[in-house]
Every structure is written in structure tokens, then in C-alpha cells.
């Protein structure tokens, strides 16, 4: 079964390309040393995740096979982080995972993940698993809204440029949130909503995020530009 770097780009996350190919195999097998090839035995080969054809193992278990062979924290936060942040599994999913699995190898992976502060990582995920219930292109993730000066005007988590929609769903919609009376008065559509509204409707959301992008495609695209905060995976 395939697993690391491969099955995670086989779930949908970007990645670099290792050099090896990282196989599970059975604890009761021995294979010939292969070049290109790392296989890993265990007594716990789990289910796999068939994609066009050739067994891959969860997103979960691959990023922490990954994670297992790392020995500085930053690389290993930053591993864990990736099903995460692709919305493949959640924090409890990891733990349960790594309690499972042979825990050799697995203290500091298991000390970054205790102190992982996954919120707005874990709500990305969320929000990615909205946007896949829906026939949307993929957007930029993190904008600054501008004018056509490069004055910043407000902030989007998701921005489709072509239409220029904005999507905000990490701060909430509120009282204190005064940059969408900006946003709307250059004329972009704006779609708003909370973290929470993610994880209990997100059936409902899909359907309100597919609305606003046809508002949004039917007006004209306001005169406004985006420049990406932070780079990003997506």
C-alpha cells in the first residue's frame, strides 16, 4: 500500500515529491531492497483508499508516516498540518491514528500534536470540504482587497479573482466586522459566514457560496485587485 508523499498528492495535497516511494507492507513479508523503493512493515496495514486503481493509505496515516521519519518540530507541525489544512481529517482523527499505530519513533509527533494549535488550520479544512460540494474553480486563498492604487480595503480567506468575489468565514460576521461595508461599496460580492456554520450546515453553505458566485458572475467586476497575504498549499 502506497502511503507518504505519494498518497498524500493522491488525496489532492500538494507536496513535494520525495525521492523513494513509501510502501506499507505486511509485517510478515520481507521484499528485496529496491532503488526508489522504502517499504515499511507493520501488523497494522490498513484499509486502503483506492484512487484510479492503486491502494493508498488515509491521509491521516500518510502524513504521519511522513511525519514519523522527521526529527525538528517545525517539519513535523508542518506535516501533520497538511490533512488538515486540505480538510481530509480532523485533529481527533490524527491523534486516533497515531495512538493506534506503533509507537516507536513517535514522541516528538506526539508532542507537536498535543500542542498543535490547529483552529484556523482545522477551519480552512472545513471550508475546502465546502467548496468540493460545490462545481466552483479553485480560489486564492488569503487576499487583501485592494483599490486599483493598492490600498487596502479588506480581507478575503477565499477571493475568485475573475468575478471578483470574496468569501470570509475566519472572522465573524458581526458588528465589529466593518471592512464588508467597504468591500460592498465597491461592488463585490461578499459571502460571510462563521467557522461553526462550516462544521453544522455545510450542505447549506455550499449551497449559499454556489448563489453568491452566480450573484457575483451576473454583475460587473468591480474595480478592485488582490495580493495574496501569505503564500499557501492551495
Not at 510478515?28 to 490498513?46: D, V
Not at 486564492?140 to 468569501?167: E, K, P
Request: charged share 20%; proline share 7%.
Amino acid at each position: 500500500m502506497i502511503t507518504g508523499t505519494d498518497a498524500l498528492r493522491a488525496h489532492g495535497v500538494s507536496h513535494p515529491l520525495t525521492e523513494q516511494i513509501h510502501l506499507l507492507v505486511p509485517h510478515y513479508r520481507r521484499l528485496a531492497a529496491e532503488p526508489g523503493i522504502l517499504t515499511h512493515r507493520t501488523s497494522r496495514l490498513p484499509q486502503p483508499v483506492v484512487i484510479d486503481g492503486l491502494p493508498y493509505a488515509t491521509a491521516a496515516r500518510a502524513a504521519l508516516d511522513l511525519a514519523r521519519r522527521e526529527n525538528e518540530p517545525d517539519a513535523v507541525e508542518r506535516l501533520i498540518s497538511l490533512p488538515l489544512y486540505w480538510g481530509l481529517c480532523d485533529r481527533g482523527e490524527l491523534a486516533a491514528e497515531l495512538d493506534a499505530g506503533n509507537q516507536r519513533g513517535s514522541a516528538t509527533v506526539r508532542a507537536v500534536l498535543r500542542s498543535l494549535n490547529d483552529q484556523e488550520t482545522f477551519t480552512h479544512g472545513q471550508a475546502i470540504r465546502v467548496l468540493r460540494q460545490t462545481p466552483l474553480p479553485v480560489p486564492q486563498w488569503n487576499v487583501s482587497v485592494c483599490d486599483r492604487r493598492g490600498r487596502r480595503i479588506g480581507t478575503a480567506d477565499a477571493w475568485w479573482d475573475q468575478i471578483g468575489l470574496a468569501w470570509r468565514y475566519r472572522t465573524a460576521a458581526g458588528p465589529t466586522d466593518f471592512s464588508h461595508l467597504a468591500l460592498a461599496a465597491t461592488g463585490t460580492v461578499l459571502f460571510r459566514c462563521t467557522p461553526r456554520q462550516l462544521l453544522d450546515e455545510p450542505e447549506e453553505m455550499a449551497l449559499e457560496l454556489l448563489r453568491a458566485y452566480t450573484q457575483a458572475a451576473r454583475t460587473p467586476r468591480p474595480k478592485v485587485r488582490a495580493i495574496c497575504q501569505t503564500s499557501n498549499a492551495a
